[in-house]
């Protein structure tokens, strides 16, 4: 029971990490209304320099939060490059949807926005082994730590993405 409820734990942390800047690159700046997703003409008009400065500063708190040691140095450049390398995938898919935004139909909008959630699932099903095998490498206090640090954010995510800011 404890480690489903703990590999649900990294696999709902992970999610929010990665819906984080991906999230970011498909609202529209001018949009903070319902369903983002389908409202944004603007999409994919976000600097990828923007995001990829987003991932990297991402990268840099979680590795300074974790506490990451020398010994846990592969697991965590496996881990960031996956990062890196699904922002880059993300930015790609959310630019091209952009350009195309303009001559889509209501059906074309709504498949386009579906390969978005596709690419953001495989996104996932790379990015959680990744961080799988860091996580197993971590003392019991970094654990402990990273369960916090996820937490936190997928907290703020969900009280800030439903609703405007208090």
């Not at 995001?51 to 990297?56: G, P, S, T």
């Not at 506490?67 to 450049?77: C, G, H, L, S, V």
């Not at 971590?138 to 009280?159: G, L, N």
């Amino acid at each position: 029971m404890t480690m489903i409820s703990s590999n649900r734990m990294i696999a709902l942390a992970v999610a929010a990490l990665l819906a984080a800047p991906a999230a970011a690159l498909a609202q529209s700046a001018q949009t903070p209304g319902p369903a983002p997703s389908m409202t944004s003409p603007g999409a994919g008009k976000a600097a990828p320099d923007g995001a990829a400065a987003r991932v990297e500063q991402r990268i840099k708190e979680l590795r300074a939060q974790l506490k990451i040691t020398p010994a846990e140095e592969t697991q965590w450049n496996q881990f960031a490059q996956t990062m890196r390398d699904n922002a880059r995938d993300m930015d790609q898919a959310v630019m091209e949807r952009g350009q195309q935004f303009p001559s889509m139909n209501a059906l074309q909008d709504m498949q386009s926005y579906e390969k978005i959630a596709e690419a953001h699932v495989q996104h996932l099903q790379k990015l959680v082994p990744a961080f799988q095998n860091l996580y197993t490498a971590m003392s019991p206090e970094q654990k402990q730590r990273a369960d916090e640090v996820f937490r936190a954010r997928a907290e703020s995510r969900t009280q800030t993405g439903s609703s405007a800011p208090k």
